[in-house]
């Protein structure tokens, strides 16, 4: 692979403002390097009991609390948590998510607005589970479909599995391993959950995290299920 094509410097911007019936108006403005996708932090926080690594740290985490004292979800996450915590899930909302080439508009209940917003953190913060998940995060779309969310996550799996053949290695072309790997999402998403649990306050933020597993468990049964098949109907271009 030519190197001079990831030589470029910079960052990858997403900001996303909440609007409510009220007047109120909230941004959160998310800042990645533009080459590894990883969340660009802007400063120290106080880190609460719940971001501790060994806070419900999740069964397939691999980090070692001898060297992470904190769960790199949690800690980016803070003033999210912290903002939404008194809010309800099912309050309306106009969501503007902009991106560097457009922007978005919706009106949403708050649950989906905020999990729009966290997906992003939880795939840039260094989680290892997540990693595999950064094309999604580059090519993000706010608000998508569970459709959506599927033809994206097998297109982005498969564009990999090119790329291992490319290197010599052997590629996964029965989507084997992308379900084992929304699976482990799945498990993050439910131990997160629990950490959200020991918060006091409203049900936004937790119902925003259980519209992520519902998506990450539906595009997990598509795979198990050969649901993948359903799609075949767009691509009859190329089955003649």
């Known amino acids: 692979m030519n190197d001079d094509r990831r030589s470029f410097t910079g960052k990858r911007t ?27 932090k802007t400063g120290v926080k106080a880190c609460p009991e719940w971001t501790k690594l060994d806070c419900f740290k999740c069964p397939n985490c691999i980090l ?6 904190f769960c790199p979800i949690a800690v980016n996450m803070v003033d999210v948590i912290d903002y939404f915590r008194n809010f ?7 969501v503007i998510v902009t991106a560097d080439e457009r922007k978005y508009i919706k009106r949403v209940t708050l649950q989906h607005g905020v999990s729009s917003l966290i997906g992003i953190y939880m795939v840039t913060s260094g989680c290892p589970v997540f990693e595999k998940l950064k094309p999604m995060v580059r090519f993000h779309l706010p608000f998508a479909s569970i459709e959506e969310t599927k033809y994206r996550a097998i297109s982005m799996y498969l564009l990999a599995q090119y790329f291992l053949y490319q290197h010599g290695s052997q590629p996964d ?15 993050v998403n439910e131990s997160f959950c629990k950490r959200l649990r020991t918060i006091e306050g409203k049900d936004a933020n937790l119902n925003a995290v259980v519209v992520l597993d519902i998506f990450a468990d539906s595009v997990n049964f598509s795979i198990d299920s050969r649901m993948v098949d359903d799609l075949d109907y767009l691509f009859k271009g190329y089955l003649k």
Do not use: C, M
């Not at 070692?64 to 004292?69: P, V």
């Not at 309800?88 to 106009?94: A, F, I, L, T």
């Open 173 to 187: 072309w029965d989507l084997k391993k992308l379900a084992e790997a929304y699976e482990n999402v799945r498990v």
């Open 88 to 94: 309800v899930s099912h309050e309306p909302v106009e």
């Open 64 to 69: 070692d609390e001898r060297q992470y004292e």
């Open 14 to 40: 997403y900001n996303y403002k909440f609007i409510f019936n009220n007047g109120r108006e909230k941004e959160f403005n998310i800042e990645l390097d533009s080459v590894t996708l990883n969340l660009i």
